[in-house]
């Protein structure tokens, strides 16, 4: 039996009563007793088997059955007047506004001329705000057509931000062999006729900047990258207007011009910043790699790091599974700071191998000739398996732009990717100081910091 919640229309049905047993009987369910309803219980009475065992005719059951409907007729008569009786006001004056709100609108169309410059005005100024509310919910994320199929508007400039742009960092190199004739050069140059016995200050900056100026490069990128999605979204949500051609190419005239501007003042704004890095570094702060404390602190960030955190997690395939041993499968990858896992399914509940992310890197893989999936590789450092007897573990995925986000992923979790040059710039400048080999060097900033990275620099407010 399925009741309404409120009960206003619910009437119980009570059948096959001809069945009970004798001595028993329905009168609580009948009464509205045992069960209440708003409603009460109608009981049904069907040809019974006593009935048939008397060899009581259908005419004779038929007259009985409709003699005793008579008055459940009656009844459920008498409910739908009371209900009529009940909702017919509110009826009424839900059409008497209804009708108020026509004649108005009715009334408006009497006097309607084609050529009415207001109405035009109107009717333009509601498409373009329904264009802005549009763009808006795009980016925001709150727009009630979701789309389900790739990323779109907010979401993509999100995975710019987070993914593209420091992958677009770590794909920055140098030049090893240029780089030590820089740093000689500015030594040699800023000693002058004399033999300096320590490494000079100036040095030290001269050859940092230029290191710093490089980020100008990605930032930009970042930057073009953003203003191409909301180009993008511009022409999306314009095409409600398709049936305007001139104002849909207007419009997206005037707020791609409007972005473009902004966008020539978002990248003065980026470069003043970086300048403003330029302009002072200073080398007392707890994040550079001199800093006293930086010991300390390193020891510090590592016991807070969760090394359980979940990075990402999705679908990828395994490529370079021979057919001998079943071909490339399909896994759910689950990435964490310290290692990363693979799945049969999405349930993770049958786990097929765990690998530490410890030694590994990253490389790009060219796709096969009959393949149209993306391919990255993860291989040790050390020239070790990565997995079973596989130098290197190759990954697929359905674009470019997964393969991307994966490897942003990677960096999070410390996987960089492969390198031509080993040396990083703090190690190269040190091993021109007197005395000093570039070994020791590299020992004793290993030996400070044991997670050795590039110096950071700050500018006056201390911000990296």
């Known amino acids: 039996m399925r009741v309404l919640i409120k009960g206003q229309r619910t009437i119980g049905v009570i059948t096959k009563l001809d069945l009970m047993d004798e001595g028993t009987d329905a009168r609580e369910i009948l009464e509205n007793k045992l069960l209440p309803l708003r409603r009460g219980y109608i009981g049904v009475v069907n040809r019974s088997q006593k009935d048939i065992d008397g060899k009581k005719?259908?005419?004779?059951?038929?007259?009985a059955e409709r003699?005793?409907?008579?008055?459940?007729?009656?009844?459920?008569?008498?409910?739908?007047?009371?209900h009529i009786r009940d909702t017919l006001p509110g009826l009424r004056a839900k059409l008497q506004s209804q009708l108020l709100s026509i004649e108005k609108e009715v009334e408006e169309y009497k006097h309607f001329r084609p050529d009415d410059p207001s109405r035009k005005t109107k009717a333009l100024l509601q498409m373009v705000q329904q264009f802005s509310v549009d763009f808006e919910k795009r980016i925001e994320g709150s727009g009630d057509q979701i789309d389900t199929y790739e990323l779109s508007g907010g979401a993509r400039i999100n995975r710019i931000f987070h993914e593209r742009f420091p992958f677009e960092l770590v794909k920055m190199e140098f030049d090893e062999k240029e780089l030590r004739k820089e740093i000689s050069y500015a030594i040699k140059n800023i000693h002058g006729i004399r033999t300096g016995l320590f490494t000079p200050d100036l040095a030290f900056e001269a050859i940092v900047k230029k290191q710093i100026q490089k980020l100008k490069g990605p930032t930009l990128k970042c930057i073009d990258m953003v203003v191409s999605e909301l180009t993008s979204t511009i022409r999306k949500?314009?095409?409600?207007?398709?049936?305007?051609?001139?104002?849909?190419?207007?419009m997206e005239r005037i707020v791609t011009q409007y972005i473009r501007d902004r966008e020539g003042r978002t990248k003065d704004q980026v470069l003043l910043l970086i300048d403003i890095e330029l302009s002072y570094m200073n080398t007392n702060h707890e994040d550079f790699i001199g800093f006293a404390n930086a010991q300390q602190r390193s020891n510090q960030v590592k016991k807070k790091a969760p090394g359980t955190q979940v990075i990402r997690k999705g679908w990828l395939t395994i490529n370079n599974i021979g057919i001998m041993k079943g071909g490339a499968k399909e896994y759910w990858f689950v990435l964490t700071a310290e290692s990363l896992s693979w799945y049969k399914d999405d349930e993770e509940k049958e786990k097929k191998y765990m690998l530490p992310v410890d030694n590994l890197k990253l490389r790009d893989v060219?796709?096969?000739?009959?393949?149209?999936?993306?391919?990255?590789?993860?291989?040790?450092t050390e020239q070790r398996n990565v997995y079973k007897?596989?130098?290197?573990?190759?990954?697929?995925?359905?674009?470019?732009?997964?393969?991307?986000?994966?490897?942003a992923s990677f960096l999070r979790a410390g996987v960089y990717p492969e390198r031509k040059d080993k040396v990083r710039v703090t190690c190269l400048f040190f091993s021109f100081v007197p005395g000093l080999c570039c070994e020791c060097a590299v020992k004793q900033l290993s030996a400070d910091v044991p997670s050795f990275s590039p110096p950071v620099t700050h500018g006056p407010t201390g911000a990296p």
Request: proline share 3%; glycine share 2%.
């Open 366 to 380: 060219e796709k096969g000739f009959m393949s149209s999936k993306h391919i990255f590789a993860l291989f040790n």
């Open 389 to 407: 007897d596989y130098r290197q573990l190759e990954l697929a995925c359905e674009s470019q732009e997964d393969v991307d986000g994966w490897k």
């Open 237 to 250: 949500c314009s095409e409600k207007l398709a049936q305007y051609p001139m104002l849909r190419e207007e």
């Open 57 to 63: 005719d259908i005419t004779a059951a038929i007259a």
């Open 67 to 82: 003699k005793f409907f008579c008055p459940t007729q009656k009844t459920l008569n008498q409910q739908l007047t009371n």
